[in-house]
Structures are given as C-alpha cells and as structure tokens.
C-alpha cells in the first residue's frame, strides 16, 4: 500500500489542502491561554470528553449520547470502519472520493468495493439504491459536499442510500465536512435532518474548515446512541487530549465567527468560479471551499507544475480515477485567489 500524500513545496500561495485561509476569532488565543492555565496537567483528560461532547450536542440540538468526538474526522472515521467493518467487512464508496474512505477502510482490513459516479460527479437516487441493494456494504459512504469535485448530493439521494441499507442491516455514513460552505440559506438541506435513534445513519463533521482549526485535528460525528456506544468500546481511552478538548469547548462559544467565515469563502469561490469561466478550462459547481477545474486541451500535470514555477501550490489530481488532466484550488483570501488566477492565466497563454 501507499500512504496517504499530499505534496508541500515552498510556495508564496499554497491552495492544495482546503484549509481555512483565515485565522480563529479575534482574542482566541489570550481565551485559550486563560483555560489552560487551570489544567491539571498531571491528570487525564475526561475520558470521553463530556464536556466537549455536551457542547457539540447543544449545537446541534441533540443528545450528548449522539456524539462522538476524536482527533480529526480521519479517526471518527477509522473508528466507525473498525466497529463495524473491521476485520471481514465490506465498505462501499461512490468514485472519485475523498481517499481515506477506501484507504482507511483496506488498513483496517474490510473490502472495498466501489461504484462511478455520473459525468456530472453526483450519485443519484437510482444509482445508490441499487448499488446498495446489489453489493450490501456494512459500511456505506457518502460524501457532500464531495471532495474533491465538491459536489452536493440531492436529499432524494441520502434518502434512498439510507433506506436501501435499512433494508439489510448496513450503516450509512455522510461526510459532511464541508457542509458549512452550502450556505446557510432557509431550509438548507443536511443529512443531519434525517437523524433519530432507530436509523442507521452517521454523519462526520470537522473543525479543519469552517471553524479554521486544521492545526488542531479536531473532528465528531452524529450518531443514534448505540452506535457511538459501540464506537467508544472500539476507541482508545483518552483519546483526545485535554488541549483539543479546551480549544473545541472554547471555539463552539464563537459559531457566529465560523459561519462569517464561510460566507467570506463562499462569496470569494464565486469569484474564482466567474473569472475561471473566462479561461480555457472547465470547473464544476463546488458546495465546498474548493473547485475541481480541467485546463483545456492541456496536461494536468504540466499545468500543476507551471502555478507551481510562478509560487502557486493546487492539489494535482489528473492520475486520479475519473479526474483526467484535473486539479483543485483551495479557496484562499482574496489576494491569494488573484494571485492563483493571474498565475494560471499566464500558463495557459
């Protein structure tokens, strides 16, 4: 196997890894200081983080019976597969995806088995029901906004996925890690909607995007309480270091400020999205704060490397499955994003 990679080279502008381009809130790091200057730091961290737990669940409205928190998304994810798939399990995921679905679902010895989707990068109701009903994952993935083609699945689609895995036994799983970045429009759609304790459904957040803590590596989930009972059987105790807890405690206390930073992200991928149309590329709609983009008639690859002469760094996809001659640019500040664009003008000349 190879590991999980994603390339860093010293640029002025490096867009290649969707993390927030901008700081937490103002004051956060005197409040932090302040916590942490009362930790008894010759003692454990709450085991399972109640506190933090109880402060996620009153975001959400839910009990903290229904979550789960552990460093990054990554883990609530190698948690689950390892609870419910370990061993001889059988994982299903919908192609191109976020990697470590799959790589994290072969490390802990499950199969994987996948599906493509529609040239348009989504699903579909159709596709999934039946894919579910024919391979019969335990484990079943699905991810929206996507990463990387940032595409939004329809409610019919989850809907279906999750009725298709109640009819066997199977467990749903959608990523939602970059839902904040749909907008918080009335009647935004989110998987969470469709939770209650006798559905099978989990859905993964993170605090990497929206809430600008990626240096940090805090994630969770949402679950029925026995699934995140089985999941704390599985994980290891004292997990989450009592840093990570404070810091998320702290963080959930300014929501506001993460919802003002998406909306900043939003409004400056729509730029990107209306000054890309204008070059000799294509790029997808984007949920997320990225867009997939392929330069036309142009080498991927060769591209990637000419932003990266001019001191820009994207993520390369182009030897991806279903991603010929694609790339992905983080959504930065607004002069990062000028800088990006002016740089692939100047390549694709």
Same mark, same amino acid.
């Given at each position: 196997?190879?590991?999980?990679?994603?390339?860093?080279?010293?640029?002025?502008?490096?867009?290649?890894?969707?993390?927030?381009?901008?700081?937490?809130?103002?004051?956060?790091?005197?409040?932090?200081?302040?916590?942490?200057?009362?930790?008894?730091?010759?003692?454990?961290?709450?085991?399972?983080?109640?506190?933090?737990?109880?402060?996620?669940?009153?975001?959400?409205?839910?009990?903290?019976?229904?979550?789960?928190?552990?460093?990054?998304?990554?883990?609530?994810?190698?948690?689950?597969?390892?609870?419910?798939?370990?061993?001889?399990?059988?994982?299903?995921?919908?192609?191109?995806?976020?990697?470590?679905?799959?790589?994290?679902?072969?490390?802990?010895?499950?199969?994987?088995?996948?599906?493509?989707? !529609?040239? *348009?990068? $989504?699903?579909? &109701?159709?596709?999934?029901? #039946?894919?579910?009903?024919? +391979?019969?994952?335990?484990? %079943?993935?699905?991810?929206?906004?996507?990463?990387?083609?940032?595409?939004?699945?329809?409610?019919?689609?989850?809907?279906?996925?999750?009725?298709?895995?109640?009819?066997?036994?199977?467990?749903?799983?959608?990523?939602?890690?970059?839902?904040?970045?749909?907008?918080?429009?009335?009647?935004?759609?989110?998987?969470?909607?469709?939770?209650?304790?006798?559905?099978?459904?989990?859905?993964?957040?993170?605090?990497?995007?929206?809430?600008?803590?990626?240096?940090?590596?805090?994630?969770?989930?949402?679950?029925?309480?026995?699934?995140?009972?089985?999941?704390?059987?599985?994980?290891?105790?004292?997990?989450?270091?009592?840093?990570?807890?404070?810091?998320?405690?702290?963080?959930?206390?300014?929501?506001? !400020?993460? *919802?003002? $930073?998406?909306? &900043?992200?939003?409004?400056? #991928?729509?730029?990107?999205? +209306?000054?890309?149309?204008? %070059?000799?590329?294509?790029?997808?709609?984007?949920?997320?704060?990225?867009?997939?983009?392929?330069?036309?008639?142009?080498?991927?690859?060769?591209?990637?490397?000419?932003?990266?002469?001019?001191?820009?760094?994207?993520?390369?996809?182009?030897?991806?499955?279903?991603?010929?001659?694609?790339?992905?640019?983080?959504?930065?500040?607004?002069?990062?994003?000028?800088?990006?664009?002016?740089?692939?003008?100047?390549?694709?000349?």
């Amino acid at each position: 196997m190879k590991g999980y990679h994603s390339p860093q080279v010293d640029v002025r502008v490096r867009l290649n890894t969707n993390e927030s381009p901008f700081a937490p809130a103002e004051g956060f790091r005197e409040a932090l200081a302040e916590r942490l200057a009362s930790v008894d730091w010759n003692r454990y961290p709450p085991r399972a983080a109640e506190p933090l737990r109880a402060g996620i669940a009153a975001l959400h409205g839910v009990s903290p019976d229904n979550v789960i928190a552990a460093n990054g998304s990554n883990e609530v994810i190698q948690t689950l597969l390892l609870t419910y798939a370990g061993g001889n399990g059988r994982v299903g995921l919908f192609s191109p995806t976020y990697a470590l679905h799959s790589h994290i679902a072969r490390i802990v010895g499950a199969e994987v088995v996948t599906a493509t989707r !529609a040239p *348009d990068f $989504r699903v579909g &109701a159709e596709a999934v029901a #039946r894919f579910a009903a024919d +391979e019969r994952p335990d484990v %079943l993935f699905l991810c929206s906004p996507n990463n990387p083609t940032g595409t939004v699945e329809d409610p019919e689609t989850v809907r279906a996925a999750l009725e298709a895995v109640s009819d066997y036994g199977g467990v749903l799983v959608v990523d939602e890690a970059y839902i904040q970045f749909t907008g918080r429009r009335p009647g935004r759609f989110t998987a969470v909607d469709l939770q209650d304790e006798a559905t099978p459904l989990v859905v993964c957040r993170t605090f990497s995007k929206a809430w600008a803590l990626a240096a940090v590596r805090l994630g969770y989930a949402l679950a029925p309480s026995r699934i995140v009972a089985e999941m704390h059987k599985v994980v290891l105790p004292y997990h989450l270091d009592v840093m990570t807890q404070e810091i998320g405690m702290l963080c959930l206390q300014h929501a506001a !400020a993460a *919802d003002r $930073r998406a909306a &900043a992200v939003v409004a400056e #991928r729509e730029r990107l999205a +209306e000054h890309l149309s204008g %070059l000799p590329v294509r790029h997808w709609p984007s949920g997320a704060n990225f867009i997939l983009f392929r330069p036309s008639g142009r080498d991927g690859a060769a591209v990637w490397q000419g932003l990266v002469d001019r001191s820009v760094l994207v993520r390369d996809c182009s030897s991806w499955e279903g991603l010929r001659d694609c790339l992905r640019v983080t959504v930065g500040t607004p002069e990062e994003n000028t800088l990006f664009l002016e740089a692939l003008a100047a390549v694709l000349r």
